[in-house]
């Protein structure tokens, strides 16, 4: 076996739970940040082409993106969750078949997802929200974003795989090379003095970056360096094993498919009232400003989840519990510092990307709102991550579902017809309050139903 092994081993098995999620955890979460960068430059070089339809027409694409990084997740998360398990009970050849599966399904997935994008492309963004005047510019950045999907499934599936087993150093690598390149290479691609592509250019020079990203993991991979071997004969899909993977991974996928649908109805909602393109362009800034505080959130959240995992699979209940105190204080504390931070700083954070006051004016009070009961989506992701790590998958998905779809959508259909652009204010801070209750009323079945699955009785003190 690799030399990872051991030090892999000892992280998720040895170290005191509170210390292997920070060590998992902290370049997990610099990987999201560089992640989120790809978004965020794009949206701030944007900004200085000075053309607020451009703005508009990335607002457009922000839905398109969360839905492909919901499709990302499906396979990558239930790949982490499934591989933590057969590492945590000393499987590691069933570990590399279920990772191996998961990244040739995703290289198949991403093809067609590519191919099908690109052919209903037109309809698509209009589905979205793209007025006549932004329709154009919103297609030729979306192509390129169908073109990366090539890359981005497989190579996140292979990122979640290098979490399972604590080989966190290369991912972090790879994503922070690919959002260094992004920055350097989108002022070339986009403005006169280079290519001068405009938008299209922007979203070229993200998808040559994630393909960089892609080419480095399969270097890892390739390279033997990996506890877990990907293997052309470990490939073994069956509608069995799909199912499984899918059950563990669509309850994440599903949180970031309901920000897209909730993105896509604000979208809408925003269209029938008075300055909607400047509406829309503010909440495409707020929405790519959002991404990078989940990502805090979601980075913190892979450092818990394959400790959680293995300890789940080797029966480790006090380890489990550890894991579950921590992750939950944890959460907790990250949504209160970025809503502090994102209210505090709401209108210089807008002004980095547009300075055209109607927008600005918009964009503050859409981000004060929309983080203003932020630790509801710290509290109900990580109690969805718990609920899927102990094979609970049904009511994972439920709460998964909660804050963006079942709560946010009623709200965001009917308030705003009301109360105008308040009810579109409103919408995120009344979801937030019914997903807090909920998700506290849901932590003491998680811990009994824990308890039980690793033979332990259930106890109501626990």
């Given at each position: 076996m690799?030399?990872?092994?051991?030090?892999?081993?000892?992280?998720?098995?040895?170290?005191?739970?509170?210390?292997?999620?920070?060590?998992?955890?902290v370049?997990?979460?610099?990987?999201?940040?560089?992640?989120?960068?790809?978004?965020?430059?794009?949206?701030?070089?944007?900004?200085?082409?000075?053309?607020?339809?451009?703005?508009?027409?990335?607002?457009?694409?922000?839905?398109?993106?969360?839905?492909?990084?919901?499709?990302?997740?499906?396979?990558?998360?239930?790949?982490?969750?499934?591989?933590?398990?057969?590492?945590?009970?000393?499987?590691?050849?069933?570990?590399?078949?279920?990772?191996?599966?998961?990244?040739?399904?995703?290289?198949?997935?991403?093809?067609?997802?590519?191919?099908?994008g690109?052919?209903?492309?037109?309809?698509?963004?209009?589905?979205?929200?793209?007025?006549?005047?932004s329709?154009?510019?919103?297609?030729?950045?979306?192509?390129?974003?169908?073109?990366?999907?090539?890359?981005?499934?497989?190579?996140?599936?292979?990122?979640?795989?290098?979490?399972?087993?604590?080989?966190?150093?290369?991912?972090?690598?790879?994503?922070?090379?690919?959002?260094?390149?992004?920055?350097?290479?989108?002022?070339?691609?986009?403005?006169?003095?280079?290519?001068?592509?405009?938008?299209?250019?922007?979203?070229?020079?993200?998808?040559v970056?994630?393909?960089?990203?892609?080419?480095?993991?399969?270097?890892?991979?390739?390279?033997?360096?990996?506890?877990?071997?990907?293997?052309?004969?470990?490939?073994?899909?069956?509608?069995?094993?799909?199912?499984?993977?899918?059950?563990i991974?669509?309850?994440?996928?599903?949180?970031?498919?309901?920000?897209?649908?909730?993105?896509?109805?604000?979208?809408?909602?925003?269209?029938?009232?008075?300055?909607?393109?400047?509406?829309?362009?503010?909440?495409?800034?707020?929405?790519?400003?959002?991404?990078?505080?989940?990502?805090?959130?979601?980075?913190?959240?892979?450092?818990?989840?394959?400790?959680?995992?293995?300890?789940?699979?080797?029966?480790?209940?006090?380890?489990?519990?550890?894991?579950?105190?921590?992750?939950?204080?944890?959460?907790?504390?990250?949504?209160?510092?970025?809503?502090?931070?994102?209210i505090?700083?709401?209108?210089?954070?807008?002004?980095?990307?547009?300075?055209?006051?109607?927008?600005?004016?918009?964009?503050?009070?859409?981000?004060?709102?929309?983080?203003?009961?932020?630790?509801?989506?710290?509290?109900?992701?990580?109690?969805?991550?718990?609920?899927?790590?102990?094979?609970?998958?049904?009511?994972?998905?439920?709460?998964?579902?909660?804050?963006?779809?079942?709560?946010?959508?009623?709200?965001?259909?009917?308030?705003?017809?009301?109360?105008?652009?308040?009810?579109?204010?409103?919408s995120?801070?009344a979801?937030?309050?019914?997903?807090?209750?909920?998700?506290?009323?849901?932590?003491?079945?998680?811990?009994?139903?824990?308890?039980?699955?690793?033979?332990?009785?259930?106890?109501?003190?626990?």
């Open positions: 690799s030399e990872n092994k051991p030090q892999s081993q000892s992280i998720l098995a040895d170290m005191p739970p509170s210390k292997a999620i920070v060590k998992l955890a370049p997990a979460t610099l990987a999201l940040l560089a992640k989120a960068v790809y978004n965020l430059v794009d949206t701030a070089y944007i900004g200085m082409l000075r053309s607020d339809i451009a703005l508009t027409a990335v607002g457009v694409t922000v839905p398109l993106l969360l839905i492909m990084v919901s499709i990302e997740n499906i396979f990558a998360a239930g790949a982490a969750v499934l591989a933590g398990r057969q590492l945590g009970a000393k499987d590691d050849d069933a570990a590399s078949r279920t990772v191996t599966t998961v990244i040739g399904l995703s290289v198949l997935i991403g093809i067609v997802l590519c191919v099908c690109i052919v209903f492309i037109d309809p698509l963004m209009r589905a979205f929200g793209a007025s006549e005047a329709l154009p510019l919103a297609k030729d950045y979306a192509f390129w974003m169908f073109i990366a999907a090539l890359a981005n499934l497989p190579a996140q599936s292979m990122n979640c795989a290098a979490r399972a087993e604590s080989s966190v150093k290369i991912s972090s690598i790879a994503v922070i090379t690919g959002a260094a390149l992004n920055i350097l290479l989108d002022p070339v691609f986009m403005f006169q003095w280079g290519l001068g592509l405009g938008v299209e250019g922007a979203s070229l020079a993200t998808t970056s994630q393909f960089v990203t892609f080419f480095i993991l399969v270097w890892f991979y390739g390279s033997g360096r990996s506890v877990i071997k990907i293997r052309l004969r470990a490939f073994r899909p069956s509608w069995g094993f799909i199912r499984d993977i899918a059950m991974g669509i309850p994440t996928a599903v949180i970031q498919i309901c920000l897209s649908v909730a993105a896509s109805l604000t979208n809408i909602a925003a269209a029938s009232l008075p300055q909607s393109d400047e509406i829309i362009a503010a909440y495409g800034v707020v929405q790519r400003l959002i991404l990078l505080g989940c990502y805090v959130v979601m980075g913190f959240m892979q450092g818990y989840q394959p400790v959680a995992a293995y300890a789940f699979g080797a029966k480790n209940e006090d380890r489990f519990h550890q894991s579950v105190r921590f992750a939950l204080k944890g959460a907790l504390l990250l949504t209160v510092l970025v809503e502090a931070v994102y505090l700083l709401a209108k210089p954070l807008i002004l980095v990307f547009n300075n055209n006051p109607v927008i600005v004016d918009y964009g503050r009070w859409l981000l004060t709102s929309q983080v203003a009961l932020y630790p509801a989506f710290g509290l109900c992701y990580m109690m969805t991550i718990t609920y899927q790590t102990i094979g609970a998958s049904r009511y994972g998905l439920f709460l998964s579902l909660i804050r963006q779809g079942l709560f946010y959508v009623p709200f965001i259909l009917i308030l705003p017809g009301l109360l105008g652009i308040w009810g579109i204010y409103a995120q801070p979801a937030d309050i019914l997903t807090i209750l909920v998700c506290v009323l849901s932590i003491p079945a998680m811990k009994r139903i824990a308890s039980w699955k690793m033979g332990e009785p259930r106890q109501e003190d626990r």
